[in-house]
């Protein structure tokens, strides 16, 4: 079943206001929304073809010559042809080099925009695992290798945590979608990971509720016992909780599924014991998206 956006949800999602979405619509036909009883609803597809259409609106583009061109002409007009391919998807970070220039010289209008251009461009699943991650992980080794500071990681981390946690706050939820709980456990006070797997389970239409970082685990199964999840998602990146808080998460309820990933996912699956089921990567975590939501 397709994600269908609310207008509110789209003009977030596009950052085009919702007045300038329904012009588009009247005057130009540059996209036909779905109806539904609850009024005009947009695809995926909707979205990313409006974000291209503000993105060569913004390079200077009429809306009225471009408004009824096919998908294809319009990744051909893309500000950022280098990083489109076949599917009109951006593989990489284009801009690494850019990214790395603005961090250096603490421009943080810079990174903040580097990191929306691409939110503007592609679906979230696709901004999650093909540029968020990887700059994410080449920040990592820039820092390891000496060339940036922790401030400078941090300013790269909060540019990302406003866009991903935009993009959750408008993803919609679906009605009798099978509900996940994220949740980093005590003294885990990474986040990214998390919030990141959290957008695409909404992305995949899933009910998200997302708990952050750092929760003691006692707070846990009490957000367990009321809200009822079907999956508890766990990130641990730094290390593995106390074996007090372990032995409160090995008596959460037996129907709860609970999925543990991150860098010490490992280890916190083996002191979880059979119960976890460790997720090693994004790709891998989509593709248990699908088998559970089916």
Not at 188 to 217: I, Q
């Amino acid at each position: 079943m397709a994600v269908e956006h609310p207008i509110r949800a789209a003009s977030q999602l596009t950052g085009l206001s919702v007045d300038t979405l329904r012009a588009w619509e009247r005057r130009y036909r540059a996209v036909v929304p779905i109806r539904t009883q609850r009024g005009r609803a947009y695809t995926t597809r909707h979205i990313q073809r409006l974000r291209l259409l503000r993105a060569l609106v913004e390079t200077g583009h009429a809306i009225g010559s471009i408004a009824g061109l096919p998908d294809a002409d319009l990744r051909k007009l893309s500000p950022i042809p280098e990083a489109v391919d076949r599917t009109g998807i951006a593989p990489t970070m284009a801009d690494a080099a850019a990214l790395r220039q603005a961090l250096a010289r603490y421009d943080s209008a810079a990174v903040e925009h580097l990191v929306a251009r691409h939110a503007l461009m592609l679906p979230p699943g696709e901004l999650v695992c093909r540029v968020i991650a990887p700059a994410l992980r080449d920040a990592g080794t820039q820092w390891e290798a000496g060339h940036i500071c922790v401030a400078q990681e941090h300013l790269l981390s909060g540019a990302v945590r406003n866009v991903l946690g935009s993009l959750l706050r408008v993803l919609p939820r679906r009605a009798g979608a099978a509900k996940l709980m994220f949740a980093s456990p005590a003294g885990e006070l990474h986040e990214l990971g998390l919030l990141s797997a959290a957008v695409l389970a909404a992305t995949a239409g899933c009910d998200v509720v997302y708990l952050g970082p750092n929760l003691p685990s006692a707070d846990i199964a009490h957000a367990v016992k009321t809200l009822k999840p079907s999956v508890l998602v766990l990130a641990a990146a730094a290390g593995c909780p106390s074996s007090d808080e372990i032995n409160r998460l090995k008596r959460l309820p037996s129907r709860l599924s609970i999925w543990v990933g991150g860098a010490q996912s490992a280890a916190l699956q083996q002191q979880l014991g059979r119960r976890a089921l460790r997720v090693d990567s994004l790709d891998a975590f989509r593709d248990l998206l699908e088998r559970h939501a089916t």
